[in-house]
Every structure is written in structure tokens, then in C-alpha cells.
């Protein structure tokens, strides 16, 4: 157990819709990242944030959002939603959010588009 | 730019060795590894900084050849729980952003 938790362990949803994942980081961490793991692309860093501040960007659809509140949870929304966005999103989280630090993964939401 | 890895995937024996390799396009500044079993998170294994520094599980090792941008993971001894897909996540300039390779999927048998 890594210590980052995500909610909802699973989501089906449809086509057009729009869904919140929730990520709360290991305690004393204030950077959280986002990923997007699909099997066609890998695992693919999407956004990250420190401290509730963006502060660095990756391939990020428009249709999806993040942000990261003051007690250091984080929230990505995908709006929108497409067959192709069925993946599993992963939060990590680490200290300060620098080169030099491991990134802790949780355990990931699996995101279904029907 | 993805990092390659090498091979895609190996079947061993349980208590024989394995080498899993990384190799980038662009100067590293840091690589990290990671094992994933299906469906489940990826879990830290190593961190290998410019410089010199590495930090990581005791059973497993790696190495880090700045010049020649390349890392190899070594498993020795493999366990049965050593099966997974393994992962290097490089850092390509001081930012904050990893760029996952394709992953090497290892299976030991008894």
C-alpha cells in the first residue's frame, strides 16, 4: 500500500458524459500527478500539481481538468467523454514534486465509456 | 520521446537471472523503476539519479550510464513474485515529468 488513495475504484459511464476522479496523496506529500494508462498508449503523465498550483503539463485532452485543493487532494474531470477515454487513471504523489524524487502510485480508478 | 526497452518480454526459471534494459534519445537526468501486475498500480522500485545517486529495493539492482543514456535493471535469483511488467520512467531535462517506456513483461515458473 503506497499510502495515495484514488475513489472510485471503478467507473461505468456513457458516451457525452462527465465524471470526477479523486485522489488524495500520501500524508506529508505535496505534489500529486495524473496518468492515463490505456493499451494502445501506455502510461502517459497527463498533469501535476504543487501545493495547488499547476506546474506541469502534459498530454492533457481540453475535455479534461484538474485541480488541487487546499487540504491536497485532487480532482481530475473528464468531460465529454469519448470510447477511446476507457482507461485506467492513475494518481501519484511525492514531497516536492522535483526530478529527483520517487513518484508513489495509488491504485488507480478504471474508467469504463460504454 | 518514449524510452525503448528491451526485451519485450522474458520467461524464466525460478532462481535464474534477468537484465531488462532502457535506453533514451535524450540526456537523463533521472530513471526511475517500476513493476505493475495486471490491473494493479505500478510499485516503486529504483530511482537512479544524474550524479550517481540510487535509491531502491534491496533485492534488486540497476545501473545508470549518463553518457550512454541507458539504464539496465538486474533481477538475480528470481522469485515467482517477481512476475510483472516492468517499467522505466525517464526525466529528460530538470522538470517534473515522466515519460514511461513500453514495459518489459517478465514471468517466472517454478
Known amino acids: 500500500d503506497s499510502g495515495v488513495t484514488q475513489t472510485p475504484k471503478h467507473l461505468i459511464t456513457a458516451t457525452g458524459q462527465r465524471v470526477t476522479l479523486r485522489c488524495s496523496p500520501r500524508?506529508?506529500?505535496?505534489?500529486v500527478y495524473w496518468y492515463q494508462q490505456s493499451l494502445d498508449q501506455g502510461l502517459q503523465f497527463l498533469i501535476q500539481?504543487?501545493?495547488?498550483?499547476?506546474?506541469a503539463k502534459g498530454n492533457i485532452l481540453e475535455r479534461f481538468s484538474a485541480q488541487q485543493f487546499p487540504d491536497l487532494h485532487s480532482e481530475l474531470n473528464l468531460s465529454s467523454l469519448e470510447l477511446g477515454d476507457s482507461a485506467l487513471y492513475f494518481c501519484?504523489?511525492?514531497?516536492?514534486?522535483?526530478?529527483?524524487?520517487?513518484?508513489?502510485f495509488g491504485p488507480g480508478t478504471r474508467l469504463l465509456v460504454l | 520521446q518514449q524510452p525503448v526497452q528491451s526485451p519485450q518480454a522474458v520467461i524464466l526459471r525460478e532462481g535464474e537471472d534477468a537484465v531488462i534494459n532502457c535506453s533514451s534519445s535524450?540526456?537523463?537526468?533521472?530513471v526511475h523503476w517500476y513493476r505493475q501486475k495486471h490491473g494493479e498500480a505500478p510499485v516503486f522500485l529504483m530511482i537512479?539519479?544524474?550524479?550517481?545517486e540510487q535509491k531502491g529495493h534491496e533485492k534488486i539492482s540497476a545501473s545508470f550510464n549518463e553518457k550512454k543514456q541507458q539504464s539496465s535493471l538486474y533481477l538475480t535469483a528470481s522469485q515467482l513474485s517477481y512476475s510483472g511488467t516492468y517499467f522505466c520512467?525517464?526525466?529528460?531535462?530538470?522538470?517534473?515529468?515522466?515519460?514511461f517506456g513500453g514495459g518489459t513483461r517478465l514471468m517466472v515458473k517454478p
Open positions: 501519484a504523489s511525492s514531497v516536492a514534486g522535483t526530478w529527483r524524487e520517487t513518484q508513489y
Open positions: 537512479l539519479l544524474k550524479g550517481g
Open positions: 520512467a525517464v526525466n529528460n531535462n530538470a522538470g517534473n515529468m515522466l515519460t
Open positions: 500524508s506529508g506529500d505535496l505534489s
Open positions: 535524450k540526456a537523463l537526468y533521472s
Open positions: 500539481y504543487y501545493n495547488g498550483e499547476e506546474r
